[in-house]
């Protein structure tokens, strides 16, 4: 295993409204410091996990912890997307008011965007709100779903229907954490990294593009700068706009089609990042018929490069086009798309036909297609 | 049943933060109006309220609504502190996404504290936040907790333990609903205008003392004026504290003792009020202590005024103070208290004795005593 630079690097989301908290990429064992500095009281502490990163992770956690003073419990749940449920939610309420907390102790949510919205969520709803600390342990959850506040679970009639805008105390990303991902957790997490990229940082692309051979393997000296320019595109889009009435839209740029992948596959036989991916391909293309000076070629080359090996069997447009129309979305049946105008610029538009959707599906068929000929 | 003039009062919470919503003291026929000022969109609306709200004034509502456009979506619960459950809202969320909602889908809470708290931390979570109209329909709702954004949920240990700072859109409080209250319920919401009047308002002590018997009676003239004046004093407080770290708590006067006297009596043998109004007698005679130019016969009198008809059998001091212990309210095991140096100046300490207390709670019991023997 590599060693990553503990050089840390800061951002700060700073709110309208005068909210503020620091989002620092650095190494775990720096993390009681950076607790300190936010004014956290050492004492309890609520540490909420899943299965995987426990085994791989907690010891060093909690050793930490304990060495500058803290009491921490940790909660170790199940692994994957089932967890965000009412019932897991209800199991920390359990946990977490046996084991005795007050308004000041801090719960660390410690794992993927599951354990970050779920684990989030509940600190947003004990004793009306707990300090919240994310210390997210996937590519996709430092460099987004972390940062900005959402937090939630989902419910039988779709994803992410419950939840809260809770802002987190601080939010801490250990770039080493990231060596033990599965590779597919890791490709889904370079996905996002485009993603933003794309709609908001072009030097953030060249340096992909660059350096992408290396990047791909996790070569441990460009991970911080990686996730340190890729958060700071969440951050500057979260500062503008916290409760996605407007501009917080323009991430989910791939979205609309890549939720419709997922659902329309079943959620598992993608990932996030890969369908979000395919995603990006029609979104593109989508966009080059109105930017035709965008570089279409150079944009889809990078998303090309990103290893997904599922095929796209049963992904008919009529499937997705459904899939679409159900996504919560879509305000009052509307559909709406994030396009590109140019490298690091995105908009919202409704105005899609679907006919053109259908001709961007078809694209990303023939891509895949000589992808897969290749 | 009298009726009772439809002339408004407003307020207004302001927030630091930039965010202000209205609070009307007015009739439910003009509501539709307000919900046209507030900017929310004709279309569906949810109503959560409970068995005896809906069967008393469901259908006025209802066809108010309609009148103007509206689609409303009654959800009708049982009446009762049990339904502040995980399990109740649950069904809340169920019913809602079944029925089919959208972010700006308006929540309208209309019942009393109960369906105020559960309901509003319904619109707190689904979608990560609807618009939250309170319409309460008891006198503790309208002058208390319907305003401010405290709302929740009960836990197996304890009250309110899971919930979240969430504020409405609007406040409407119709007077003329208060005439169908329990005479209990009408007691309990007169200990809580009480409990505003020695905290903040020496003018509305005043009111009440000279206008003790028609108030009493619910005399329907003087209802608007008696709610405007009380909620008054809770907008002061939460525009100043809304996170309750400081001023807020003082809204807890006679609450320590309070709380106890409820869990120790067990709930439902004192309404909340009824424990608040022995409360305040103990936080008056401990504020009497300190301050002995606070005119303490003259505001114990008014509270002795209310009827009170329990027995305070059972009601131990040692009982009280282990129940007081373990109220959440305390931080890091001390008891706070909330005294009084002036009519209408409140504050908190954690400067009390258990002497002290013991003889603070020998005095309401002798009080009871003389009362009961009058």
Request: aromatic content about 6%; hydrophobic content about 50%.
């Amino acid at each position: 295993m590599h060693t990553v630079s503990l050089h840390s690097m800061v951002h700060e989301v700073a709110l309208p409204d005068g909210r503020r908290y620091p989002i620092v990429v650095g190494g775990l064992q720096a993390l009681p410091e950076w607790l300190d500095r936010i004014g956290l009281q050492r004492g309890r502490c609520l540490i909420v996990t899943d299965e995987n990163v426990a085994a791989l992770h907690l010891d060093l956690l909690r050793t930490t912890l304990e060495a500058f003073g803290w009491l921490p419990h940790a909660l170790i749940l199940p692994a994957g997307e089932e967890t965000k449920s009412l019932t897991h939610l209800s199991q920390i309420y359990d946990a977490a008011l046996a084991w005795g907390i007050d308004r000041r102790t801090p719960l660390l949510a410690f794992g993927g965007g599951v354990i970050g919205d779920l684990a989030g969520f509940a600190a947003a709803t004990l004793l009306r709100g707990l300090p919240l600390v994310q210390v997210p342990t996937t590519l996709i959850a430092q460099v987004d779903s972390a940062i900005g506040g959402k937090t939630g679970i989902n419910h039988a009639r779709g994803k992410n229907l419950i939840g809260a805008f809770y802002q987190p105390e601080l939010v801490y990303a250990d770039p080493t954490l990231l060596l033990t991902l599965p590779e597919r957790e890791w490709t889904s997490g370079l996905a996002e990294v485009i993603k933003h990229a794309l709609i908001g940082d072009a030097d953030l692309f060249a340096f992909l593009e660059a350096h992408w051979e290396v990047i791909r393997h996790r070569a441990a000296e460009l991970l911080p700068q990686l996730i340190a320019q890729a958060m700071a595109v969440k951050v500057r889009v979260v500062v503008q706009d916290e409760r996605e009435s407007g501009l917080r839209a323009i991430l989910n740029f791939g979205h609309t089609f890549g939720h419709a992948i997922e659902r329309v596959a079943g959620y598992g036989r993608f990932t996030h990042g890969e369908a979000v991916a395919l995603g990006m391909l029609a979104a593109l293309w989508l966009s080059h018929q109105r930017h035709p000076e965008l570089p279409f070629d150079r944009l889809c080359s990078l998303i090309l490069k990103l290893p997904i090996a599922q095929p796209l069997d049963g992904l008919t447009f009529s499937l997705l086009l459904d899939a679409m129309q159900v996504d919560k979305k879509t305000l009052a049946s509307r559909l709406r798309f994030v396009l590109l105008q140019a490298l690091g610029k995105a908009y919202v538009t409704d105005k899609v036909s679907v006919g053109e959707l259908q001709a961007a599906w078809q694209f990303v068929l023939e891509m895949r297609r000589l992808a897969v000929g290749t």
